[in-house]
């Protein structure tokens, strides 16, 4: 069994800023990277950022120079460091975990999610 957990979700004033954290416990053997998504109100769930344990990172257009991904492979923990948030990047953000399976293709597991609401 894998479990995915996020936290760090809260509401803040434009500007500021927010360290989301995820940590997977349970069968870690297989982790090789994570990815955060996040679902607006009303909209679909869209890539935000992934870390890959070889050191390997991603960011979408609309958050780079602004978020942070980093990941530590001992603990199986991932972080999203967001600054100079705005309205727009109020969502719902989610960790999805990505394992190599025994099958040789990717799996993946998913959070719960944790509220971000960016509000004045």
């Known amino acids: 069994q894998v479990q995915v957990v996020e936290s760090g979700g809260a509401m803040v004033q434009p500007g500021g800023s927010l360290r989301l954290s995820c940590v997977v416990s349970?069968?870690?053997?297989?982790?090789?990277?994570m990815t955060w998504y996040r679902q607006p109100p009303g909209k679909q769930r869209i890539m935000v950022a992934y870390?890959?344990?070889?050191?390997?990172?991603y960011y979408e257009d609309f958050v780079r120079g602004r978020f942070t991904i980093s990941g530590d492979r001992v603990n199986s923990t991932t972080w999203l460091q967001m600054n100079n948030l705005q309205p727009e990047d109020t969502a719902v953000y989610y960790c999805?975990?990505?394992?190599?399976?025994?099958?040789?293709?990717?799996?993946?597991?998913w959070g719960q999610g944790t509220q971000v609401t960016v509000s004045s």
């Open positions: 349970g069968s870690t053997s297989g982790l090789f990277g």
């Open positions: 999805r975990a990505n394992f190599h399976a025994e099958t040789g293709g990717p799996a993946y597991y």
């Open positions: 870390v890959t344990f070889q050191g390997t990172t």
